[in-house]
């Protein structure tokens, strides 16, 4: 979805139990294996990881195979969310990425169902509310509560905005934008240890859910 940590560290302890297929936009690749000594443990794993390139707004067969005829395949179509590449990244190869490549969401889709995945929600791009909004279930970046909740944890300098995430609450913020349109589930995943919507008996959990909303858990089942 993205080259940030989060997205990416798991990569290297998966790679210990079974053959990976890496699915990533060219641009988080190269990020991972020129501009990242560590990842290239991935090459040396034993069978490598293979490597499949994302390309963005085009529909692909993802399914055992790449079968797209099989019964109940599944459509994948990768969408730009308007994030930014992550701070690691070193300039000389920042200049030569894709900006668009940097975060993405998917659309999966089977059959009349659709689902939207997006665990990180950038501020340049308005595209996500489209696929949101069209979709049976969407997973939204539920991370930050207030612009301003980091600094004032005293976590960081930053803002939900300038580190990639639209904050739940305030003017354009992701209760705002969203609305009470759309025609499936909403569920807020990525939601970090700050953000007061964990508190079952907090004002915010109580706002959330009173907009149509519901917060992930582990272990959290959804069938469509």
């Known amino acids: 979805m993205s080259a940030d940590v989060d997205s990416v560290a798991g990569l290297l302890h998966l790679r210990e139990f079974q053959p990976l297929t890496v699915y990533a936009t060219a641009s988080v690749r190269r990020i991972l294996l020129e501009d990242n000594r560590i990842f290239r443990v991935l090459e040396r794993s034993n069978p490598p990881v293979c490597w499949r390139e994302i390309p963005l707004n085009t529909w692909l ?31 000389g190869l920042r200049r030569s990425l894709n900006p668009e490549e940097a975060v993405i969401g998917l659309a999966l889709a089977s059959g009349k169902k659709q689902f939207f995945y997006a665990p990180s929600l950038g501020v340049r791009s308005g595209e996500w ?10 997973l939204i970046d539920g991370t930050f509560w ?5 600094i004032s944890a005293g976590a960081s300098s930053k803002t939900a905005r300038e580190i990639g995430h639209i904050p739940l609450s305030g003017k354009g913020g992701l209760l705002e934008e969203f609305g009470a349109d ?6 807020l995943i990525h939601i970090n240890n700050t953000n007061p919507i964990l508190d079952e008996e ?23």
Not at 146 to 150: I, Q, R, T, V, Y
């Open 129 to 138: 509310k489209e696929w949101a909004h069209a979709s049976d279930l969407c």
């Open 202 to 224: 907090s004002a915010e959990y109580r706002e959330v859910r009173r907009a149509g909303w519901e917060i992930a858990y582990d272990g959290m089942e959804i069938e469509l």
């Open 146 to 150: 207030d612009d301003k909740e980091l």
């Open 61 to 91: 067969p993802f399914t055992a195979g790449d079968d797209s005829s099989a019964e109940g395949a599944i459509r994948v179509r990768a969408v730009p969310l308007g994030g930014a590449y992550p701070d690691y990244v070193s300039e």
């Open 182 to 187: 759309g025609r499936g589930r909403r569920v």
